[in-house]
């Protein structure tokens, strides 16, 4: 390799020299020009970057030669092949990941020669189909098929043009299908494909293909996939398409998620609920629920293991399929409910949620964010249930307007009851939409309950809607006696202001002995490194904590 003489230090030092004198010269009337200094300037430039490149180059090769040299002595390339395999398989993500999967084989395909021959030669690693793997992939996994192991399938987000001539090499092989994520073909020659039973079925994820309108009378033919015959079939999602609700594919599910579907009847989602005993998972996005029958609560479909409830569409509908079933280990039930009448809402809360609510740890009502951002008036969101199974402390967000408290307080008299004998701990969240002051809530809600956990969040909504009182309150003999942990988040919060408010709260006189932990999360002022310390020596502070990403908040804060 031919380097230049000149370091490319001293170079730029003889150009700028150089193009001086030039220029002097020029300047008393020298033949010379300004040109020649130019072009020596671009070709020491020329020259310092091919030095460069050069050295790059070099060190590159070298610092791969010791990679390469490593590698060839590393114990690993001296396990058998059936157990490198089998480390290979454990490493891999699920093939049910589908283009992940491709990802980490071609990550491992580029290690060496010998892991390329390995996995080339390994059927059992070749199992996943989807055309984001490119042509080459396909072709050597369709080359593959002969062997027995299962296949996953992934092929949406594709046109009828694009999924047929996949779908005419694996159709023969649908009896090895264990994942399918795939669009639901359109024509008469693409569905004949989808006619076979699929015994080893897992897992069924059926959309529209990509540039069909969703109005599409096509869209709306239910077509029963696999004649019906996918018998181990347990997890089941229709995005703008639909098969006959009454299909046998519908029944032994332990996940059902439907979106953007036909309309569906009440009495079909009874059936379909009855025929899923095992049922994990319930959700339906923007389908329709067409009313055809009023459920009889004395009837309620018994759902032991359904633990995830949502529901996002409109108020008809909802009501009268949440009356026809009984979740009692529930771990999550969401709502997200189009606008309502008031009295329907409050009727819904109180006549359909307020019964259930022993059985839910998590429940939820809110409507769209457009109608939040449009009114605040008849916008009320609750949350209540277990924060975790090893804590027996309930969850209440509220998001109300003045004209909804009331309705609030009645469903928690409902839900917690006036006369028991030992008040249930509960986590209180007030959140940007809490339009009200504080104070008279706080002591609302401590007459059902004992309030463990306080959450104020987006702290410059709380001072615009004078909820700022909440924080203040604390300072007042008797609030909140059982307050054990209480998180600040959302930037601006006043590092000073807080420390002020801990230390005249646990004033002895106030008579508070419950230690508490207090979370800052986001970006405040008056804070620095030693605001935590300075925290932790007050008296009854037992833990602080500063995370400035409120944006990354953990799970277990919310």
């Known amino acids: 390799m031919n380097l230049p003489s000149d370091s490319p230090r001293d170079a730029i030092r003889r150009i700028l020299a150089e193009s001086f004198r030039r220029s002097v010269c020029s300047d008393n009337g020298s033949a010379l020009g300004k040109r020649p200094g130019l072009e020596l300037i671009d070709d020491y430039l020329e020259r310092a970057w091919t030095f460069r490149q050069e050295l790059f180059g070099?060190?590159?090769?070298?610092?791969?030669?010791v990679k390469t040299q490593r590698n060839l002595h590393a114990t690993i390339h001296k396990l058998p092949v059936e157990l490198l395999v089998y480390i290979f398989q454990?490493?891999?993500?699920?093939?049910?990941?589908?283009?992940?999967?491709?990802?980490?084989?071609?990550?491992?395909?580029?290690?060496?020669?010998?892991?390329?021959?390995?996995?080339?030669?390994?059927?059992?690693?070749?199992?996943?189909?989807?055309?984001?793997?490119?042509?080459?992939?396909?072709?050597?996994?369709?080359?593959k098929l002969g062997s027995n192991y299962p296949l996953h399938i992934h092929c949406d987000f594709l046109s009828d043009g694009e999924f047929t001539p996949i779908l005419r090499e694996i159709s023969p092989h649908i009896h090895r299908w264990e994942t399918a994520v795939i669009v639901l073909p359109q024509t008469e020659e693409g569905r004949q494909y989808l006619s076979a039973p699929a015994p080893r079925l897992r897992r069924l994820h059926l959309s529209v293909p990509s540039g069909t309108r969703l109005a599409a009378e096509g869209d709306s033919q239910p077509f029963d996939i696999f004649n019906g015959s996918a018998d181990w079939v347990e997890d089941v999602k229709l995005t703008?398409?639909?098969?006959?609700?009454?299909s046998s594919i519908l029944r032994g599910l332990k996940s059902l998620y439907l979106q953007w579907c036909k309309p569906i009847r009440v009495s079909n989602v009874i059936s379909i609920l009855n025929g899923c005993p095992d049922l994990g998972t319930l959700v339906f996005e923007d389908t329709?629920?067409?009313?055809?029958m009023q459920p009889d609560p004395l009837k309620a479909v018994s759902m032991t293991k359904l633990?995830?409830?949502?529901?996002?569409?409109?108020?008809?509908?909802?009501?009268?399929?949440?009356?026809?079933?009984?979740?009692?280990?529930?771990?999550?039930?969401?709502?997200?409910l189009g606008a309502a009448e008031p009295h329907d809402s409050e009727g819904f809360l109180l006549n359909t949620l307020a019964p259930f609510y022993p059985f839910f740890?998590?429940?939820?009502?809110?409507?769209?964010?457009?109608?939040?951002?449009?009114?605040?008036?008849?916008?009320?969101?609750?949350?209540?249930?277990f924060r975790n199974e090893d804590?027996?402390?309930?969850?209440?967000?509220?998001?109300?307007?003045?004209?909804?408290?009331?309705?609030?307080?009645?469903?928690?008299?409902?839900?917690?009851?006036?006369?028991?004998?030992?008040?249930?701990?509960?986590?209180?969240?007030?959140?940007?939409?809490?339009?009200?002051?504080?104070?008279?809530?706080?002591?609302?809600?401590?007459?059902?309950?004992n309030v463990v956990d306080l959450w104020l969040g987006a702290w410059p909504m709380l001072r615009e809607f004078d909820t700022e009182s909440t924080l203040r309150a604390l300072t007042e003999p008797g609030v909140l006696l059982h307050l054990r942990h209480l998180i600040v988040a959302g930037d601006g919060w006043d590092g000073d202001e807080i420390k002020a408010i801990l230390?005249?709260?646990?004033?002895?006189?106030?008579?508070?002995?419950?230690?508490?932990?207090?979370?800052?999360?986001?970006?405040?002022?008056n804070a620095n490194y030693r605001l935590v310390w300075r925290l932790e020596q007050l008296p009854m502070i037992e833990e602080a904590s500063w995370n400035e990403a409120s944006k990354f908040m953990d799970r277990k804060d919310l």
């Open 503 to 525: 230390r005249k709260r646990y004033n002895p006189t106030n008579g508070y002995t419950t230690p508490l932990r207090i979370r800052l999360v986001g970006r405040g002022v």
């Open 58 to 65: 070099a060190v590159n090769l070298e610092v791969r030669a």
């Open 361 to 385: 740890r998590h429940m939820m009502l809110q409507h769209p964010k457009a109608i939040i951002n449009k009114s605040m008036q008849d916008v009320f969101q609750i949350q209540c249930g």
């Open 240 to 246: 703008a398409t639909c098969l006959p609700w009454n």
């Open 391 to 449: 804590e027996d402390v309930v969850s209440l967000s509220l998001r109300l307007s003045q004209a909804t408290i009331d309705v609030m307080m009645a469903f928690l008299r409902r839900v917690l009851g006036e006369d028991q004998s030992r008040k249930p701990d509960v986590r209180l969240i007030i959140g940007r939409d809490w339009v009200t002051e504080g104070v008279s809530i706080l002591n609302e809600v401590s007459s059902y309950c």
């Open 90 to 143: 454990l490493a891999l993500p699920s093939p049910k990941d589908g283009p992940h999967y491709i990802q980490s084989i071609d990550t491992l395909l580029r290690v060496c020669t010998r892991w390329t021959t390995i996995i080339n030669g390994a059927p059992s690693l070749w199992t996943v189909v989807t055309p984001a793997c490119g042509a080459n992939y396909l072709a050597w996994t369709l080359a």
């Open 307 to 336: 633990e995830n409830i949502y529901f996002h569409g409109e108020l008809q509908g909802t009501r009268e399929v949440i009356s026809g079933f009984k979740a009692p280990n529930c771990l999550a039930f969401g709502f997200n």
């Open 288 to 292: 329709e629920i067409t009313v055809d």
